[in-house]
């Protein structure tokens, strides 16, 4: 009778620990440029953990929008904020943590589809409706060994707030004074031309079923929908494919600790000029978003296996693991973060 008793004593005890096991869910919302990468790794942390990560691809714009409004747990984008932007009113802050570098990649649909090189000089005057024709002197010396024909140029573009925008207009800015002037840098554009389609997938989905079109999209967007893609002139004035090494040669440069930064026209000789990283932003200071300490906790556990384990999955699906320095940078800004005043 005494183990009886003593066995349901255990149990109750044991219960809620069985229970509550795996039953804590993250939510979170933000870019799609990183999202084949994240839902892989959300499904293998659920599977090695038992917790659930609820995460959706709205870009980047309202990634931000939804953690400033403290509805997710953690927002997602390629666009940084500016030192403003990270300050809250309270004295909090946003911090900004790397996860992986990508690649924005300009994709298109001709007639056999022909892998084409383009400068940067000549996609600002595409996207600005200033080359109107495949056959324009422009494009057609970059790539003498192709006939291209004598067709309308269909732009297609972000409708949505994008950080693959934010990437792809923030280069155009460097290398086309015009274009800084006219357009500029951001998440969301008043675009000159073209059609405008919500996510990676919008776009990927528009170029594909009109002919002549021309857009930009995530790498793993172009190389899943077999897309061919564009050889982009550097500032070294080598043409470049997108690829893991490239794309990481992009971030041979000197890091800020908040890591912020742009990698957009790399100075590296061998680097892709359209290379960016895409960072996870959560609240420096969890207890603002009124979520128990476990759950913080499981947040911080959740961050420290993505930039660490979770990294392994980053090259199958073409996107540059972090580098030491990064990881470096990633796993002190990780450590900053606090429950009520004390360290997570």
Known sequence: MKKLILMFLLGILI????????????????ATFPYPLYSKMFDEYNKEFGTKVNYQAIGSGGGIRQLQEMTVDFGATDAFMSDEEVKTKDGNEIIHIPMCLGAVVITYRLPGNPKIKLDGETIALIFLGKIVNWNDERIQKQNPDIKLPEKNIIVVHRSDGSGTTFIF????????????EKVG????????????????????????????????VELIYAENNGMPVAEIKNKSGNYIMPSIKSVSASANVKLPEHSRVSLTDTDAEDGYPLSSFTWIIVYKEQKCLNKSEAKAKELVKLLKWMVSD???????????????????????????????????
């Open 185 to 216: 840098t951001g998440k969301s554009l008043n675009w000159p031309v073209g059609l405008g389609a919500k996510g990676n997938s919008g776009v990927a989905g528009i170029i594909q079923q009109t002919p002549y079109s021309i857009g930009y």
């Open 169 to 180: 207009s923030d280069y155009l800015s460097k290398v086309n004074s015009v274009w800084k």
């Open 310 to 344: 979770g990294q392994k999955f980053a090259e199958p699906l073409k996107y540059a693991p972090l580098s030491e320095e990064a990881l470096k940078i990633a796993e002190n800004l990780i450590g900053s973060m606090t429950y009520s005043g004390k360290k997570i």
């Open 15 to 30: 219960f809620p620990l069985i229970s509550t096991a795996g039953s804590l869910e993250l939510v979170g919302a933000g």
